[in-house]
C-alpha cells in the first residue's frame, strides 16, 4: 500500500466519541450494572465490558464503577448522569517541529498508549488510522470499540472506532484520541485530526511547526 492510497481517506461516517460522557446507572441485576450513555438505549453491562467508551470496573451493591479516559467515577441506582472524562489540559512539549522526507510526507516515530509506532501526517484523515495488525501488536482491544462504515480509495470498509489513552509525538503527548482500526495493511499509523487539531500548525519550506493549543 502507497502513501497515495493512505492520503485519499476521506472523512468518516460516523461521529468521533467525546471526550467527557455522561453516565447514568439506571438498574442492578446480580453483578450486572444497566447503564445509560449520553442519553442512549440501556444497555446490561458486566465487570470489565466497554460500551461506547465507557468501561464498567465493578458492581457493589446499588452502586457502579466506571472508568472512562483513566477517570473513574462511582454511580448510584436513580441518582442523576454525572459527566465523567472531560479532559484536561495536556501536559508535555509546547511545541513539535517536524522535519519533511524526500518525498514531502511527515513521518515522526511516536507512541501509542506507550507502544512505538511510525506515523504519517495526514491532515485529511478525520481521526488518527491504524491497522488491525498495528493495533494487534501494540496490544489494543479493538474489538471493543464501535463498529463504523469508512470510504477509501479502495472502496468501503468497515473499521472499529476506538479511544487511544494517549499519543505522543516527541515530548508532546495527548490522550483520549478517537482513532479508527481498519482491517487494510497499512505501512504506517496516519496521524489525523483528532490530534492535530490539539496544536496550531504552520508549514515553512520542509519544516512542519505545530504549537499546542489550551
Do not use: C
Amino acid at each position: 500500500m502507497n502513501a497515495r492510497w493512505l492520503l485519499a481517506l476521506t472523512s468518516l461516517l460516523a461521529t468521533p466519541l467525546s471526550l467527557a460522557q455522561s453516565v447514568a446507572l439506571s438498574g442492578v441485576a446480580g453483578s450486572k450494572a444497566l447503564l445509560v450513555i449520553d442519553a442512549a438505549a440501556p444497555k446490561f453491562m458486566s465487570a470489565g465490558q466497554t460500551h461506547l467508551g465507557v468501561k464498567l470496573v465493578n458492581v457493589d451493591g446499588e452502586t457502579a464503577l466506571v472508568e472512562v479516559s483513566g477517570q473513574r467515577q462511582t454511580l448510584r441506582v436513580g441518582d442523576a448522569p454525572v459527566s465523567v472524562g472531560q479532559r484536561t489540559p495536556d501536559p508535555g512539549a509546547q511545541r513539535i517541529v517536524l522535519t519533511a522526507d524526500s518525498q514531502g510526507h511527515f513521518m515522526p516515530p511516536g507512541q501509542i498508549n506507550g507502544r512505538a509506532v511510525r506515523f504519517m501526517v495526514d491532515t485529511g484523515a478525520t481521526l488518527v488510522i491504524l491497522s488491525e495488525s498495528d493495533a494487534k501488536r501494540i496490544n489494543l482491544k479493538y474489538e471493543q470499540g464501535q463498529k463504523v462504515r469508512v470510504s477509501t480509495a479502495n472502496g468501503g470498509a468497515i473499521g472499529y472506532q476506538v479511544k487511544l489513552d494517549s499519543v505522543k509525538v516527541g515530548d508532546a503527548q495527548v490522550y483520549a484520541v478517537p482513532a479508527i482500526v481498519l482491517p487494510q495493511a497499512m505501512p504506517y499509523v496516519l496521524l489525523g485530526n483528532s490530534f492535530l487539531t490539539r496544536f496550531q500548525m504552520q508549514r515553512q519550506n520542509d519544516q512542519l511547526t505545530l504549537e499546542r493549543r489550551y
